[in-house]
């Protein structure tokens, strides 16, 4: 099994590369929606991270509303790293799970701060996806329906792309067409897999 660590600033287009690589055959792990089973009602997790925060960061269900937490965390530095040092220990225990369990030929981590922790050390390649800033900025203000703020808020909070790019064994430039980015994944697969690895050769396209 060759293990793929996927990463990109947020609005990049880790997700829509992670479709890519599930079409050529391999089985994806987001560590994002990892984290939305981790801030679920009556979780471990999520009465650390209300012991930390406070019960203000509830939903009235139980759950923790990630906006709320966002915007805490977001607009202090420190606050962040106190939240990262909850949530990435326990993401990476179920990373590690499904891994152990997985019988795929290739297996992705898709993770905004995969370089960041200890989950780059189980990968056999980083790719990191990038944009050009203005689209991040729009893929956050339209379909997510950011603010501008708080999407310029999230983007000044993370690293540099070129910081990424600079560890990364393949970048995609998600900047143009899909298609575009999807001969790019391509020829990166049969770089990792060699010509003819398993899965489909339909490109896909933008709905």
């Avoid at 099994?1 to 992670?18: E, F, R």
């Avoid at 220990?89 to 370089?115: C, G, H, M």
Wanted: aromatic residues 2%; contains cysteine.
């Amino acid at each position: 099994m060759k293990v793929i660590g996927l990463t990109g600033n947020i609005g990049c287009g880790k997700s829509a590369v992670a479709a890519m690589l599930r079409r050529l055959g391999a089985e994806c792990v987001d560590a994002d929606l990892l984290v939305h089973e981790l801030l679920a009602p009556g979780t471990l997790t999520t009465r650390r991270v209300v012991r930390r925060f406070g019960r203000e960061i509830l939903k009235p269900d139980g759950g923790v509303d990630r906006q709320a937490l966002a915007r805490i965390v977001f607009a202090n530095p420190k606050r962040l790293l106190s939240l990262e040092r909850i949530i990435h220990p326990a993401v990476i225990a179920e990373v590690d799970r499904r891994l152990q369990a997985s019988t795929a030929p290739v297996f992705v981590v898709e993770a905004i701060k995969l370089l960041e922790s200890d989950l780059s050390i189980r990968c056999d390649q980083a790719w990191v996806v990038t944009c050009a800033a203005e689209q991040q900025v729009a893929r956050l203000v339209g379909p997510r329906g950011m603010s501008r703020e708080d999407a310029l808020q999230r983007i000044r909070a993370q690293p540099a792309q070129a910081e990424k790019a600079a560890r990364a064994n393949v970048v995609i430039d998600n900047s143009g067409a899909l298609e575009d980015t999807w001969r790019q994944v391509e020829a990166a697969w049969d770089r990792l897999l060699g010509p003819g690895g398993q899965g489909s050769q339909v490109p896909p396209t933008r709905s």
